[in-house]
């Protein structure tokens, strides 16, 4: 093995240049992962178009990237979980395991996380990573690389939808079709859904939603969703909402279309913070409207639908490039958003 | 007994008649009740004020008044729970008992209820009423009626804290301390918290959450509320926010003061119904934001409390008329906030 | 419309004779339905040859049957959510929709339920039968009626999952393959669990487990249960076990398979109510161990998943018999377990 | 400081020698700690007089005691949330903070953590010892050392009484009151209980229990506990049991007199493991039998109510001891259970 690897590195703004950098050694419970496939996750987009999400300021060099997949190739001294040769799916965040929110079981509110591709942390867009073996999960031989990588966007619905109870029989709203939106959808159904309505604005991404098996789809430019949601729940509104798009009038109409008692699961962060939401339906319709960040203790049960054919990931994957066409896998997932749904980068 | 009662009829906006109308015959599951204490409630203050609460209408002739409590006088045929002279407190609705939402637990969304003082339902501002007696409970000696009236109250901010599975250990913040902010307090220490802050405009409510055991207060005319939490929580923010206000600013002040994975219960119904929130300390804060409406199986919980003498709702009533006051009463807690809490009707 | 029906009546252990009987008239909110199919209960034996089950004691005659479908024919005055001609599935029991139990969503606790063919109520082996018509629901036209009539054991399976609050990516093993362990599997299935291992002493309901998407089968008759569950969960333990068969060792075993942490779900009632269990694993292990009796707001989710196609309840039918056949139907599935797995009697 | 402090260990069985050990040196995220008191718990009593608890061996030379306090007399280099002179309770196990049961919140079940005083690992009988920080509470002024050692107990009844998820206005029934059936009295009335009643042998226990909120007591040794229960609860059996007492019998008198939807707590261990308990009550009385292995996340919440004054931890201590009399202290602790509720070793 060589002792430096490639690198696709953020330089500025919407450039990325590859570098040979080092390849990093495993601590003892760590293990050295040979990259083979990453994902392109919108928030990857947004910090190389903005430079930014939020308080998150990218200072270059950086490197983005952290829905991924790959074989381990080294394992620290003390590693018992993990061979070389593992074919493995890495969870991007390594909570501290030490602080309240840690120790009651919420780790994705953990102050002193470390995760890809969230500055100042560097992402996986290169060729070996080191990484906590606790967090990085073995997959079935069946399973592509691919496929893999997309644990990491699969874990958020799968998480939206754990922390939502949801149960079977009772009828779903998926505002936004992206990758998001679509692993949503199916979580949903791989915990026993049936009645599922997916929006969006692009009908590739229906189409996708409605191959995956929801059962009415809504294009919101050619229809009112408000009113095609009452026509389909015959007046009486959906039990869970789930906001994927990010948009603000989609937020502010999760509590026109939910049900009393029903639940909004806020999964999409809008461009602006401040949305006007009708109180008095949530206090008059009693109902729960729940933020999702992130997603802890997800992994498993991931890998495992993964593993079982339950979900299908595969089918998500529209366009594929290189680690050396990393900036233009970028400036792709950027640009095409009606022609595409999910861009990896494989190695 | 006289075949007439006396009823405090709304017979108009802003007034009130005493007329004589027959004292009703219960059926064979419900009891007759000769009504002893009758608390005035926000909505009835509204209601007699403005004529309407949303879609709510009143159309006079109607009668105000659903906190109350009473001495049983006849039985129906059926009745098993209850006897001639017991006293007791009354929950004011009576769910369906067939529809989902009674189905499963939560009949406070049962479409089909009938309510008390709720257009266009009678409440109970008169000597009889006939009641379900499967929702008439009986209080114990030592409980006076005024008191006792006051379960209904205390029911909503029992459930609130309820809905909220507030924890010991934990920071509450209770924005408005009005009956609902007060019940809400002693709800949260009864159930064993111990750091509790209380927010009001008035000092005399502010002065009473303190003796009921708010560890500390902060007048919002005063001081800035978000910047005073931040400092007694050492920036941290609290785990629970309760609005019982029902204030524009003090709804969108929620999600600003609790910390991350932390509850906002909406117990208030703001004047208008679009408030601005932001959503993105919802999304990235992970917190649950519950809507209250009511509340459901709350009062036997509430009556053993009161029995037991684990909250403190005598000291809350700071005047009291008589039936044939009540249009004053009405006027009194309507005009004199400052001065006043809670304002009962007695008999 | 004839006046008289045909009705199965046990006159004495073991003895089921056809007997003409009054058509019974709905009342007001109940609906009068044509049975199609009723699907033979290991209770309606166990009753058939005991003569008891329980407290619960036969007094001939008697009728048997509450596992049913059928088509609406008449309706009552103040119902709204059925027609004539609406093919239905009902749910056995009333509850009294005001006790303690039923007001929080525990109705199948209710004291005061009325359940078809449990002493002293009468079932539904006979052609017409009245019922509310809240717990009447209808099925989608792809289902046949056979498949509807088990709704009602499938509820046992989804509630008892539904009770464990299981979660996809976990290790499940149900004890006993029988019709109750069969619609366990598949209610586990539909909520997303991929590794499940069932138990039986006979090949063709193991067979069975296998085709509905048991991964692992074990024969307690050729295997040790305990000792391959531990190879095949590699030393750990199943998060959830199941007790379908209502033995006393296989209840034994429950708490020597399961993980820490994990939950132990008794559904079947063992022959003798004393069984000697390890509390010190209950204890130490920190298990949940769960009762399950019958269930309750199952039947919307239940009547989904079928009409979805997501469970297949047909392929459970082994044997059919005709009304004047029920005598023989119930013999049969008494003397027949080896051979058979649901017997049903259409009509 | 000196180099050497003052230990307390047991050398065999029954046998305690006084040895001066270096004082241990505190990690960068330790603290070393001035131990001011330790409690004597029943599982040291146990080690000490029969040389095991299960699988649990002492291989002496060994050091007992895990309820303690102290004073911070050292930090490590990153610890920043104590400072040199902050008196503090110590929560005894430090978790791996990285498997599946510490990363979802039940940390008590880590298979790896290290627990003071179970074997191997030594105890607190001693005069310093090193700590992790985060797993060190500051106390509040008023509250003394003895009672902070006595945080440790209070968790196991906090702990219980916060899995049960008890709520106010339902009746619990508690068998024993030790230390660990008094503090979970305790922790019932702090969480708004009302109705308890506490079981025992020993009278002095009984009114202690009396002192501290129980509405009822029975004496085993003087009344039927089942019948009495029953008596109080006009024949509707308890909400709740908590066995506390390890006993057999009390054991299988959990399911007898808990009612129907109850929950079944098991705290104390049995000196057999294998319990004949009545499955059919499990099963069609749909209890909730759970476990109890220590807690997690209990401390924050119970050093609160204890420097808030809402739990009595003074008035459990009836004898004290001196390190030097450690050995005393456990023999005296093993021989006057009926004179003695809890014993200290103050230094």
Redesign the interface.
């Known amino acids: 093995m060589a002792d430096t690897m490639k690198v696709a590195v953020m330089t500025g703004i919407g450039q990325i240049e590859i570098e040979e950098r080092p390849i990093p050694i495993p601590k003892e419970d760590e293990v050295l992962i040979r990259i083979k496939s990453v994902g392109v996750c919108g928030s990857d987009v947004h910090y190389f178009v903005e430079g930014k999400i939020?308080d998150y300021i990218v200072k270059p060099p950086f490197i983005l990237g952290h829905e991924c997949s790959g074989e381990v190739v080294e394992i620290g001294s003390r590693v018992e979980n993990l061979q070389p040769g593992d074919r493995v799916t890495m969870e991007p965040g390594i909570p501290?395991?030490?602080?309240?929110?840690?120790?009651?079981?919420?780790?994705?509110?953990c102050?002193n996380v470390v995760f890809w591709a969230t500055p100042p942390v560097d992402g996986v867009f290169c060729e070996y990573v080191t990484h906590?073996a606790?967090f990085t999960y073995p997959i079935a031989p069946e399973v592509s690389f691919e496929e893999a990588a997309l644990v990491e966007p699969l874990s958020v619905g799968?998480y939206a939808s754990?922390r939502a109870k949801v149960?079977?029989?009772?009828v779903a709203l998926i505002l936004g079709s992206g990758p998001i939106g679509l692993v949503t959808l199916e979580s949903l159904i791989?915990?026993?859904l049936?009645?599922i309505i997916s929006v969006d604005i692009f009908d590739l991404r229906l189409q996708k939603a409605k191959e995956l098996g929801a059962r009415w789809v809504i294009n919101a430019k050619e229809e009112e969703v408000t009113q095609r949601v009452k026509e389909i729940t015959q007046g009486r509104g959906v039990d869970y909402v789930f906001e994927t798009a990010g948009g603000v009038s989609t937020?502010q109409s999760t509590v026109e279309v939910v049900k009393?008692?029903g639940k909004v699961v806020?999964?999409?962060?809008?461009s602006q913070?401040?949305?006007?939401?009708?109180?008095?339906?949530?206090?008059?319709?009693?109902?729960?409207?729940?933020?999702?960040?992130r997603y802890?203790?997800t992994y498993?049960?991931?890998?495992?639908?993964l593993?079982?054919g339950?979900v299908d990931l595969a089918s998500l994957i529209t366009h594929r490039f290189s680690l050396e066409e990393t900036g233009e896998a970028l400036k792709f997932a950027h640009e095409h958003k009606a022609e595409s749904i999910k861009v990896v980068v494989n190695l």
Request: proline share 6%.
């Open positions: 939020g501290c395991g030490k602080c309240d929110y840690c120790r009651s079981g919420r780790y994705n509110l102050p906590s606790s799968f754990g149960e079977p029989g009772r791989a915990r026993g049936t009645q937020t009393k008692g806020l999964v999409g962060l809008p913070s401040r949305v006007e939401l009708d109180v008095i339906k949530i206090i008059d319709g009693e109902l729960d409207v729940l933020g999702i960040f802890a203790n498993p049960g991931c890998v495992d639908l593993n079982a339950r």
